[in-house]
């Protein structure tokens, strides 16, 4: 019988490449049509956000992945952290796409890496903190649909009035 010690060498032996194929090829929406809060009329809903987590204090952690200010003690915390980016489906919180990265890195940057998972069908939700008409073009390329919120000091022109009091607006890629 291994030990719980045996499976974490091994783990290291083969290295992250096996897990992230066993992730791509597994991991995936699981929504049935009758899963609560999985559906908005024909989309299936899912959200893209970012998050960090602490990984254990070794130096090569810290030296990849980096650490936040503190203002206590050494001004750093007390664990490295590595910065995530991830979709998930709303319905059943299933991650189905996943990158990672430096915490110097914005969650921005991770996001293009994910956006292969996409397809028609899917209506992706994002908080104001994804922005930027590159990462939009990017997203829409993919056949979901998108609803993002932007930031509230976001000018946005009023072109045209909608029955239910929304209205149609534009944001323009700077020059």
């Not at 956000?49 to 203002?71: C, H, I, K, L």
């Not at 069908?121 to 998108?146: F, N």
Request: glycine share 10%; net charge positive; proline share 7%.
């Amino acid at each position: 019988m291994p030990t719980t010690a045996a499976i974490g060498r091994a783990r290291r032996r083969l290295g992250p490449e096996p897990l992230k194929v066993v992730f791509d090829r597994v991991c995936r929406p699981v929504a049935t049509p009758e899963s609560a809060g999985a559906w908005y009329r024909r989309w299936r809903l899912v959200a893209v956000d970012g998050t960090v987590f602490d990984v254990p204090d070794t130096e090569a952690n810290s030296m990849f992945f980096g650490r936040p200010g503190s203002g206590r003690g050494q001004q750093r915390s007390a664990y490295p952290q590595v910065r995530v980016a991830a979709l998930v489906e709303c319905g059943t919180h299933a991650v189905f796409a996943a990158a990672t990265g430096p915490l110097s890195v914005h969650e921005q940057h991770l996001i293009p890496d994910l956006l292969g998972r996409l397809e028609p069908g899917m209506l992706l939700m994002a908080d104001r903190g994804i922005t930027g008409c590159e990462l939009w073009r990017a997203a829409s390329g993919t056949g979901a649909d998108l609803l993002w919120r932007v930031r509230k000091n976001i000018v946005l022109p009023f072109l045209e009035a909608f029955e239910d009091g929304s209205y149609l607006s534009e944001i323009v890629a700077p020059q």
